[in-house]
């Protein structure tokens, strides 16, 4: 299917564990970018892409990393979920054009207990 | 760092109606784009319009408009004859062009269209 996906759409993880969110889209954008939304704060970004190989940090990126070694795949990785993470997580992308608007996935809501 | 501010946590309407939403940013760049997302009860972020800060004629699409004042950095979403589907959350974002092309939003304005 082309678009954006991200998957799983609901996960409930225990406090410390290590957690991988996906996302993958289909247009070869070179933009990717993750967010997460929380009440009252609107959409935060932690991280984002360039392109392959191409990643920087965002305004939220402690206890998160990323990496992209496809176009395509830009996995979100909580190395040790705290509580504070409890947030839903939406994957965007956008192509290198300026006028071109950036898609998100369905989001992911993350419950760490 | 830019800033995008929506002072208005929560607003209501009639349908049929008009509203506004405001949007205020702060930034010292010149050359940017503003957009306004919608987001329904499903999450799906759906894009509404978009301005570009170069072009001094408002953006409209059919029944969202919005009122872009540079000078005064105010970016205002005017929804006309307002439905029962318009009832979402409603982000302001930023982007400036060049480098990093990442989107910058504000904390949203909650919109219920009541019936």
């Not at chain 1, 991200?6 to 409930?12: A, G, L, M």
């Not at chain 1, 991988?20 to 932690?46: A, P, V």
């Not at chain 2, 872009?68 to 589907?85: C, E, H, Y």
Request: glycine content about 6%; overall charge neutral; some cysteine.
């Amino acid at each position: 299917d082309a678009g954006i996906t991200q998957s799983p759409r609901y996960k409930i993880t225990e406090t410390g564990r290590q957690v991988t969110l996906m996302c993958h889209q289909t247009w070869s954008h070179s933009y990717m970018f993750w967010y997460r939304q929380d009440l009252g704060h609107g959409l935060r970004l932690i991280y984002y892409s360039a392109a392959a190989d191409i990643t920087d940090k965002g305004e939220v990126p402690d206890g998160y990393v990323v990496s992209r070694s496809k176009t395509e795949n830009f996995p979100l990785t909580l190395e040790s979920a705290t509580r504070s993470q409890t947030s839903v997580y939406f994957c965007a992308s956008r192509g290198v054009w300026e006028n071109t608007e950036a898609f998100f996935g369905q989001g992911t809501r993350l419950t760490v207990v | 760092a830019q800033t995008v501010t929506q002072s208005q946590p929560e607003m209501s309407v009639q349908e049929a109606e008009t509203v506004t939403l405001s949007c205020t940013y702060d930034t010292s760049e010149n050359n940017y784009y503003l957009f306004w997302y919608k987001q329904p009860p499903s999450r799906q972020m759906i894009l509404v319009i978009r301005q570009e800060a170069y072009k001094q004629q408002n953006a409209t699409e059919n029944r969202f408009s919005v009122n872009f004042q540079k000078a005064a950095k105010s970016f205002s979403l005017k929804i006309s004859d307002s439905q029962l589907g318009d009832t979402a959350m409603y982000f302001c974002a930023f982007m400036k062009l060049g480098g990093s092309e990442k989107l910058v939003f504000g904390k949203g304005t909650k919109l219920t269209v009541n019936p």
